[in-house]
C-alpha cells in the first residue's frame, strides 16, 4: 500500500485531464502527468487545485525525463 508519508513520487503517463492525478495528489503524493495532448492538458491544468501535480507535454515512448527523474 502506498504511504504518502514516503514521499512517494508518481509518473501519471497519458493522464488526460488528470483525474488518477487528482486522486494521489489528495493523498498528498508529488504527481508528474504527461499526455500528448497540449489540449487536453489545459483541462487537466484548469480542473487542477493542487499544489503538488504538475502536467507536461510529452510523448510516453520519448519520455523527456533523465533516470531517477524527481
Known sequence: MLDGEDKIKILDIC???GTQAFAFAKRS???MGIDLSEEILRVAKKRNKYENVRFVVADAAK???EPDYC
Open 15 to 17: 493522464t488526460g485531464t
Open 29 to 31: 503524493y508529488g504527481v
Open 63 to 65: 519520455m523527456p525525463f
